[in-house]
C-alpha cells in the first residue's frame, strides 16, 4: 500500500538540537521540537491536521461575520467555513499546496499563489520562510499583490505550545496586553474591556488554572523594537516564547477546552495576528496593499527547557 499523508509532501529542517517539520498542505508547522522536546502540540504524518494546528492564516485569521464585507464599494461573500457559527474563518491557504523554493542547513522556504476567487477577489504572491538557529525558530511572512486593485488583507498562524508533560491548568502565562475583546455567542468582536485587575490580566506572569480562554488581547505593551511576547513557564524555570514584530497588534489566545480527547487542555494556541476577527468588516489593522506593493512580517519561538 502507498504511504499517504493527508498533509502531503513533509520537509524537515535542523539546527543544532532543534528540528522543525512544515508540510505541504497549507504550508504549516507539523511538528518543533528542541533538545528532543515536543514542544508544538503538532500532530502526526499520517492525520489530517486538527483544530487549526500550526496552519498559515492568510489573507485574514479568526473569523468574519456572515463571510460578508464589502471592499472599494463592492459586496463580496466568502464561503462558510465555520457553518456551525455562520462564520468565514482563518483564510483561504490553509488546505492550499505550497511548494519549497529554497531549502537549505536550517533554512526552508516556501511560496503558494493566491489566486482571484469569489469572496477574494485579488491575486496574492504568498512567501514563508522557517528558520532555525540559536534563536531558536524564526517565520517570516512575505505577501506581494499582484493584482490591479488595492488588496485588503491580515495575517496570523495557529501553533499550539506545551511545556511536556504538563497540563494547561499548571502553566503560568504572560501576555502584554491592556484589553481583550469582548465576543458573542458566535465568538464576534462586540467590544473591547481593560484587563487590569481581572481574571484575563496577564500582563504579570500568572497561572492558568481552570481559566477557559479564546480570547484576543490587543493594546499591546511593545518592547524597544515595537515587538511583543507571550509566555508560557513553570516554576522550575522552563518557558516557551512566542514573539512578534511590530507588524502584529494581536494575540489571540486558546485552552483548547473544546478540544476532545488527548488534545483537550494539553496546550494553549498562542497565536500571533495582524489584526483582530472581523476585521475585513471593521478594517481595524486591516492592511491594505496597493498593487505591485509587498508586505513583510515575522514571528517566532524560542525555548527555554534547561539542561
Known sequence: MTNFAPSGTQWTISHGDQTATVVEVGGGLRSYSVGGAEILDGYAESELCPAGAGQLLMPWPNRIRDGH??????????PLSEPSLHNAIHGLVRW?????VRQE????????????QL?????????????LDERGLTVTHHVANRSADTAPFGVGTHPYLRIPGLPVD??????????????????????AAKVAGGEFDFTEPRRIGALELDTAFGDLVRDDEGGSTVTISVPDGRAVHVWADRNFHWWQLFTAHTLTGERHRRAVAIEPMTCPPDAM???????????????????GIRADLGA
Open 170 to 191: 499548571e502553566l503560568t502565562l504572560t501576555v502584554p496586553a491592556r484589553t481583550r475583546l469582548l465576543v458573542d455567542g458566535r465568538m464576534l468582536p462586540i467590544g
Open 119 to 131: 469572496g477574494y477577489p485579488w491575486r496574492l504572491a504568498l512567501r514563508v520562510e522557517y528558520r
Open 96 to 100: 492550499l499546496s505550497w511548494h519549497p
Open 281 to 299: 468588516r471593521s478594517g481595524r489593522d486591516l492592511i491594505e496593499l496597493a498593487p505591485d506593493a509587498t508586505w513583510q512580517g515575522t514571528w
Open 69 to 78: 464585507y464589502r471592499h472599494g464599494g463592492q459586496a463580496l461573500q466568502l
Open 105 to 116: 542547513d536550517g533554512l526552508l522556504v516556501v511560496e503558494c499563489v493566491l489566486e482571484p
